[in-house]
């Protein structure tokens, strides 16, 4: 697989506090085998999508970190992103650091408060496979600060952004890497209907090929959905929560409903 160009989605994970109950949990839910984990590198688990590594689970070595999904975006160049999130007013929550042979991580935080991660390629370049069932599809920020938010992404990775609805049910931005065509993540507004006390954060989308299927499997495991399917231009998507805790989406991209907003 072509690298990720700068600023794209390129790896997720999953920081849990039982390891295997969240290998039984996506094991049954996307069909995913499992790699198991060095101990040298905090058990951190490869999931296998067939022969292709499609996310990671691994356990929270702190308990109180956030049961949580991670989103990391590609860059050349760690120790250069680092600076540009300072000086675009983000925080860094943990400085670049070299995963052995693999690559260099970071973690940070947006002005709005969203943490992700961002990923220099070593040995490990990310996803091995996107946009099919059991695989990684798309990410999008939920934020109440647009304003900083949409300046910080457009100015740390050079995306560029397009509104696709700014209304007070919805305010939508996708970006699109320089040079590239297909959007690769989005912004999402959070309005008054959302809980004051839920914080800004990005959500993962996971393809499915049957998102009703999907979601029945989300409760029958042992999790929850959190927002019924329903049809959209983008897909048929329901959110849901594994039973641990950590937030994510399901998604058909192949039955899609209505007109892209404008």
Not at 55 to 66: F, I, N, S
Not at 68 to 81: G, I, Q
Not at 190 to 211: D, K, Q, R, T
């Amino acid at each position: 697989m072509a690298g990720f160009a700068e600023g794209t989605p390129c790896w997720a994970d999953a920081m849990l506090p039982d390891l295997d109950a969240g290998k039984r949990f996506y094991g049954e839910l996307f069909g995913w085998t499992f790699q198991d984990g060095d101990k040298d590198y905090g058990y951190y688990t490869q999931a296998f999508r067939g022969d292709k590594n499609v996310a990671a689970l691994a356990p929270k070595p702190d308990g109180r970190m956030p049961t949580a999904w991670n989103v990391y975006f590609a860059s050349p160049d760690a120790e250069a992103t680092a600076r540009k999130i300072r000086e675009a007013g983000g925080q860094l929550i943990s400085e670049p650091m070299v995963v052995g042979p693999f690559g260099t991580m970071l973690i940070a935080a947006d002005p709005g408060g969203a943490v992700f991660g961002v990923w220099q390629p070593g040995t490990h370049p990310g996803f091995a496979l996107r946009n099919e069932p059991g695989s990684y599809c798309w990410s999008e920020v939920y934020t109440r600060e647009k304003k900083t938010v949409d300046p910080f992404y457009e100015t740390v990775f050079g995306l560029k952004g397009e509104q696709m609805g700014d209304t007070t049910d919805f305010d939508f931005k996708v970006w699109t890497p320089p040079g590239e065509e297909e959007s690769v993540a989005g912004r999402l507004q959070m309005g008054p209907e959302y809980p004051s006390e839920l914080p800004a954060h990005f959500l993962v989308y996971f393809a499915v090929g049957n998102c009703d299927e999907a979601a029945a499997s989300v409760g029958r495991l042992g999790g929850r959905v959190t927002r019924e399917p329903r049809d959209s231009p983008f897909g048929r998507y329901a959110l849901v929560v594994d039973d641990q805790g950590a937030s994510f989406a399901v998604i058909d991209l192949t039955t899609t409903v209505g007109d892209m907003p404008v």
